[in-house]
């Protein structure tokens, strides 16, 4: 039999029942918030950057054909091409996460699971403040470092890097900038793995590194993934920092890491100082392909955590 105290009647279970219906509808309303202003921007961006290939455009409709096959971009004759713009990123950020990725995971691993409690706090503090630096700040450090490395690099080789600037120096800021968002996140999915699942394993007679890559990196396979994913949104969405280095390349696709290169945002941030007609628009119908090219690219990443989770069981 039911106590009396504990029926939905008390007035404590009430009010307990009306606070947690509170609470609930107060995250409804900021999830619910949230996706509105996705979906306003994600409308705005869209109804912009159709709009320029579209009967009845201002200047004249431009051809969608050779805005997405297009390999020169120059702003001067009014060419539009996206696919070398497009192929660029994908190298620069793939270049990028080649860098970062076994770096982040091996270094979440040391923080969470081997080094002593100390060491662990101060690596923690750094790699958040490393996540806290401004996209500007490492676009400087860049501009003043990495193209200098690049390019003494590159004359070993016998080959012309431009300065510096380069494929090759993207993707190491790139590198740089994604790996605190990564480790902070591999961090969390590391530590959260329960210690039921290392003893097992250690009783079983597996070793401390035979626990640590077989169980921990496996169990926490979906926290590091969401690492990954927002470290690549990182690198598609980085505009200023990515600008000092890349070079603005008017055609391609480039495929000499010594070579200067182009990125989606860059060329979005190239026409700021536009305000109207073609110039303008066509940065929005730009962004239409990077919320693309990020869809596709995420959705790629789930497949490849879903059959690498496949082959581990």
């Keep these: 039999m039911v106590d009396p105290k504990f029926t939905v009647s008390d007035p404590y279970q009430r009010r307990k029942k009306k606070t947690d219906q509170l609470f609930r509808g107060i995250f409804w309303f900021a999830g619910f918030l949230s996706a509105i202003f996705i979906v306003l921007i994600f409308v705005f961006i869209v109804r912009k950057g159709s709009s ?18 297009g390999m020169q971009w120059r702003q001067d004759s009014h060419i539009y091409g996206v696919l070398f713009i497009i192929i660029n990123t994908i190298l620069s950020a793939l270049g990028a996460l080649i860098l970062s990725f076994p770096i982040s995971v091996l270094t979440a691993l ?21 996540a ?7 676009g400087v450090f860049a501009a003043g470092s990495i193209v200098t ?15 510096g600037n ?20 591999a961090i969390v999915a590391i530590q959260a793995v329960p210690k039921e699942l290392t003893e097992g394993s250690l009783a079983l007679g597996a070793t401390p590194t035979q626990t640590n890559f077989k ?4 169990s926490a396979k979906s926290g590091i993934f969401a690492g ?14 990515v600008s000092m280095v890349a070079g603005n390349a008017m055609e391609g696709p480039t495929f000499n890491p010594f070579d200067i290169t182009r990125t989606l945002t860059s060329t979005m941030l190239a026409g700021l100082k536009e305000t109207q007609g073609i110039d303008y628009d066509v940065r929005f119908s730009v962004g239409i392909v990077l919320m693309v090219v990020i869809l596709i690219t995420n959705l790629a990443i789930h497949f490849v ?4 989770g496949g082959s581990m069981r």
């Design 215 to 218: 169980v921990v990196l496996t």
């Design 110 to 130: 040391f923080i969470a699971k081997i080094a002593p409690k100390a060491l662990s706090k101060v690596m923690t503090t750094i790699v958040e403040l490393l």
């Design 305 to 308: 955590k879903n059959r690498i």
């Design 52 to 69: 320029l290939f579209l009967p009845g455009y201002a200047d004249g409709p431009y051809s969608l054909s050779k805005f997405l096959t």
């Design 166 to 185: 380069s494929l090759l120096a993207v993707s190491i800021l790139l590198a740089i900038m994604v790996f605190p968002t990564m480790t902070s996140l």
């Design 132 to 138: 806290a630096i401004p996209s500007v700040v490492y």
């Design 149 to 163: 490395w690049v390019d003494a690099l590159a004359q070993r080789f016998g080959v012309s890097s431009f300065g």
């Design 228 to 241: 990954l994913i927002l470290g690549l949104g990182r690198a598609f969405g980085e505009a200023t920092a």
